[in-house]
């Protein structure tokens, strides 16, 4: 499992355009609510920019990039500002993934895809607690990879995505 991105990069790799853009898309959709999470409780950012770029990315109307991502620039934390806030880590992965997509939505590539997964099991890895088990051993980390698998298999057979019911910002609230 600690190789789980760079095993599917063949089938990241085979994916058409716009699997990667479903799959992509997913991750961004599920992750929205830890930045919304942080934004609210730090009154900083504005989740509207993520979830504007989000619906755009899917409606397939970008047509400059590069001022969404100025936007990103903007409502993204800084580390430096929010030093050993876990939820502001969660927030700048969140930013990153909608980062990914709007450079995917002019060419996706299998590595877009792999930056997309370690940034989506980065929250769920920073909660586990490594001094008492391997992260990757840990049952909450073995659900979020067995999500993502699953969804590359829906893709890879056209099938709609199922939405999680699994929800780690409680878990994250508890150990924050």
């Not at 095993?7 to 058409?16: G, L, N, R, T, V």
């Not at 942080?38 to 590069?66: A, C």
């Not at 490594?130 to 893709?155: A, C, F, G, V």
Request: aromatic share 12%.
């Amino acid at each position: 499992m600690k190789d789980f991105p760079q095993s599917y990069y063949p089938i990241f790799e085979a994916f058409s355009h716009e699997q990667k853009m479903r799959f992509g898309l997913a991750v961004a959709q599920r992750m929205l609510g830890l930045y919304a999470y942080f934004s609210e409780n730090n009154h900083f950012g504005d989740v509207s920019i993520l979830e504007n770029s989000i619906k755009l990315i899917q409606e397939n109307k970008i047509e400059n990039p590069t001022e969404w991502i100025a936007k990103l620039d903007e409502i993204c934390p800084d580390m430096d500002d929010f030093s050993g806030d876990l939820w502001a880590t969660v927030a700048l992965d969140t930013v990153g993934v909608v980062y990914e997509l709007l450079v995917m939505s002019q060419e996706a590539t299998a590595e877009n895809l792999t930056i997309i997964c370690s940034l989506a099991l980065n929250a769920p890895y920073m909660c586990v607690h490594t001094d008492l088990i391997e992260p990757y051993e840990d049952s909450r980390m073995q659900k979020e990879i067995y999500l993502l698998e699953n969804w590359i298999l829906q893709i890879q057979n056209n099938q709609k995505l199922e939405k999680p019911a699994y929800d780690w910002i409680n878990y994250i609230k508890a150990v924050a």
